[in-house]
């Protein structure tokens, strides 16, 4: 075991693996070499989520085994956004974590664990300096992450919106965008290596540029990006608010062949009471004209959503307001969660007050639903030929997703035979699943 191998361990969301991502060009940009097993590391890095109380019971299983296996003279740090908001629970539930990094330092990985090798062994140390947001550059630091052909790329970091169920605001600060400049700078660096999509990320991507005083960023970022980085082939936007995909962005998204034509903007639910004890957007008026909008500009427009079930306060009929606002929009996918009571945020005072079993009977009947919504999006590709970014080779089936289907949360294009992985193949659609499509390869 060499003092200066670090593994880092990513948790949660798309959003954290590009932190770990950015901790990791810290670290050895500082002379530390990255391992993959944590055995074998000097130094484990677990970059924890917080989001809900299931990641953090995550979070809190992995910290605990990796304390419980640690070797001798190994050193644990505890970053994130379980450890920003819960920076003495966890210390004191996990006794054997060395070192304590709040999410919204991540850039100063290197120092934390320097002085964790220089300090007594037995101490704690936390790293948790009062800072309003979790923005940041740092010269020659990408803020993405790359997988076989896709890539990650934080457009900005924080959030200011009021949902009330959500604690996120708490941890992460207010909004931080970053200089457009980099974000192209890095979208051609990402080219030049052979990324073929790039996925906007952010907490709330329509934001963009609004602390810049930027009016309309995202759409004005698109422009950019499109302009200055012709040869990207796939650009995807992910996680838009509701109320703030403006005509300027459909215009956009419409006509510069590079971006996608899918979006996916949460929506939470599908009655107005219950959006607005989520202190939401509630007018559903503007999500129907939107998505008429959207599928006018753009006829082949696949749209993704999430929702949450078993809100405080939820009825019978509020859940059925929800079905049906999901069977008349449609959606080509929709993932849904059950409520997570988080203390601290908005909705604590409405406490948790549905019981266990009935989320879990809503969130069951919700999916089902959806995949019957689903089955038909997908029986209405039969057909099609569609370029498909092939993911995984193996047993003589190629794996790829078309634009219709975002890395990880939606469905595959499953084709025989072998393919290289990061490059297009063109496949005409010939069967279709709730989640997947099947095809044969034309090229
Ligand atoms: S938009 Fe709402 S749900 Fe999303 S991160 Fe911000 S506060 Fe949380």
Known sequence: MNKNDICIISLGCAKN????????????????RLVAEPKKAGVVVVNTCGFIGDARDESYTILGELAAGKRKNQLIIAAGCLTQRYREEVASRIPGINGILG??????????????????PGETLYHLPETPDSGGEVEGVLRATRQAGSAYIKIADGCRRPCAFCAIPLIKGKP???????????????QESGV??????????TDYGSDLGIADGLAKLL???????PDMPWIRVMYAYPGYVTDRLIEVMATRPQILHYLDIPLQHGHPDTLKRMKRPH?????????TKMRTAMPDMSIRSTFIVGYPGETDAEFQALLDFMEELKLDHAGAFPFSFEPGTASESLGDPVPLEVKKARLEQLMLTQEQISLGCNQAQVG???????????????????????????????????????????VK???????????????
């Open 17 to 32: 693996i590009v932190d770990s991502e950015s901790m990791g060009q810290v670290l050895q940009r500082d002379g530390y």
């Open 384 to 426: 099609r030929t569609l370029d498909v970014l092939v993911e995984g080779v193996g047993d003589g089936i190629t794996l790829g997703r078309s634009y219709r289907d975002a890395p990880e949360i939606d469905g595959l294009v499953i084709t025989a035979g072998d393919a290289e992985v990061g490059q297009f193949i063109k």
């Open 196 to 205: 073929k999509e790039l996925v906007l990320i952010a907490q709330d991507t």
């Open 223 to 229: 422009e950019q990006l499109t302009s200055e980085v």
């Open 283 to 291: 007018n559903l008026g503007w999500v129907r004209n939107t998505l």
């Open 429 to 443: 659609v010939n069967g279709a699943m709730a989640h997947d499509l099947t095809g044969t390869r034309l090229d």
């Open 176 to 190: 931080v965008s970053r200089p457009t400049d980099s974000i192209i700078h890095e979208a051609r660096i990402l």
């Open 103 to 120: 999410t919204r330092r991540w850039m100063d990985i290197a120092q934390v664990v320097r002085a964790l090798q220089r300090q007594k």
